[in-house]
T-cell receptor
Framework: DQQVKQNSPSLSVQEGRISILNCDYTNSMFDYFLWYKKYPAEGPTFLISISSIKDKNEDGRFTVFLNKSAKHLSLHIVPSQPGDSAVYFCAARAFSSGSARQLTFGSGTQLTVLP | ETGVTQSPTHLIKTRGQQVTLRCSSQSGHNTVSWYQQALGQGPQFIFQYYREEENGRGNFPPRFSGLQFPNYSSELNVNALELDDSALYLC??????????????FGPGTRLTVL
């Protein structure tokens, strides 16, 4: 049972345009969401996160939107740059005091930014 | 500030053998989580260690075991290797406990191939 889903395996965008990566989840206990970027032969790099008490968080070119009623979040990258080309993972954490704050990941979306 | 490091980078083993992977956490972090990433999938949670105690475990058999040392570095041990254990093994560190955050920072991973 996939609790975090990234339904688009790949996305191509022109340089300077907006990239929108989507993520859906099913577990209502998730209260913290993160986006990671991964280049080949490297570990995932943290990009941006959002708590379930917010619906938007912005950091430079990256903005994450959370729609709790739809159990959907998205990552917007504006403007997109060729260096943004990587696999993007959505991850979520369920609140559980005193136990592991494990992350549940989606399967990733390969973003390609074309020059 | 030193990031998360893992060793070795690559490893080739044969079925039935045992393997030990190592991880040094980021400076100031007391929690280490291990993940397995199969090709084309997102990372899957194996287990987490907080202050030298196992703090949670994912859906992995007992032949996957771990340790955390007083300096918060960690080992992942896998016994009786199977072909399906071939994957990228990722270590992530974070600051756990009541004052801890939820963001986990990943190392570059160890690529394990089982023949």
């Amino acid at each position: 049972d996939q609790q975090v889903k990234q339904n688009s395996p790949s996305l191509s965008v022109q340089e300077g345009r907006i990239s929108i990566l989507n993520c859906d989840y099913t577990n209502s206990m998730f209260d913290y969401f993160l986006w990671y970027k991964k280049y080949p032969a490297e570990g995932p790099t943290f990009l941006i996160s959002i708590s379930s008490i917010k619906d938007k968080n912005e950091d430079g070119r990256f903005t994450v939107f959370l729609n709790k009623s739809a159990k959907h979040l998205s990552l917007h990258i504006v403007p997109s740059q060729p260096g943004d080309s990587a696999v993007y993972f959505c991850a979520a954490r369920a609140f559980s005091s005193g136990s592991a704050r494990q992350l549940t990941f989606g399967s990733g979306t390969q973003l390609t930014v074309l020059p | 500030e030193t990031g998360v490091t893992q060793s070795p980078t690559h490893l080739i083993k044969t079925r039935g053998q045992q393997v030990t992977l190592r991880c040094s956490s980021q400076s100031g972090h007391n929690t280490v989580s291990w993940y397995q990433q199969a090709l084309g999938q997102g990372p899957q949670f194996i287990f987490q260690y907080y202050r030298e105690e196992e703090n949670g475990r994912g859906n992995f058999p007992p032949r996957f075991s771990g340790l955390q040392f007083p300096n918060y570095s960690s080992e992942l041990n896998v016994n009786a290797l199977e072909l399906d254990d071939s994957a990228l093994y990722l270590c992530a560190s974070s600051l756990g406990g009541q004052a801890g955050g939820d963001t986990q920072y990943f190392g570059p991973g160890t690529r394990l191939t089982v023949l």
